[in-house]
């Protein structure tokens, strides 16, 4: 519906879109399962657990949404200059 420019980064391969978008499609399917499961991985980590319990979150509270979400929430907060509440959430398409 709106078609937006995309162009190749080859001076910094790690925010490249197109080299994220191969990536995606040479690693298969069910990426959202992937990533929960990596996700799920890190927290169970015994000293990533006890911080979590420290601050008061339970491991299973976390999920995707949360890591948009936190993104998002960076970008509107994270600097004293920050882009308008507009164009962030057109960029994560909400």
């Known amino acids: 519906r709106d078609p937006r420019a995309v162009f190749a980064n080859p001076?910094?391969?790690?925010?490249?879109?197109?080299?994220?978008?191969?990536m995606y499609l040479l690693s298969g399917t069910n990426q959202y399962h992937r990533f929960l499961m990596s996700l799920h991985r890190t927290m169970s980590v015994p000293a990533q657990g006890e911080e979590m319990e420290r601050l008061g979150i339970k491991a299973d509270?976390?999920?995707t949404h949360s890591v948009r979400k936190g993104a998002?929430?960076?970008g509107a907060s994270g600097s004293t200059q920050c882009p308008p509440v507009v164009a962030l959430t057109e960029r994560?398409?909400?």
């Open 92 to 94: 994560a398409g909400w």
């Open 72 to 74: 998002a929430t960076f």
């Open 11 to 22: 001076t910094i391969p790690d925010i490249c879109p197109m080299l994220a978008v191969g």
């Open 61 to 63: 509270e976390i999920g």
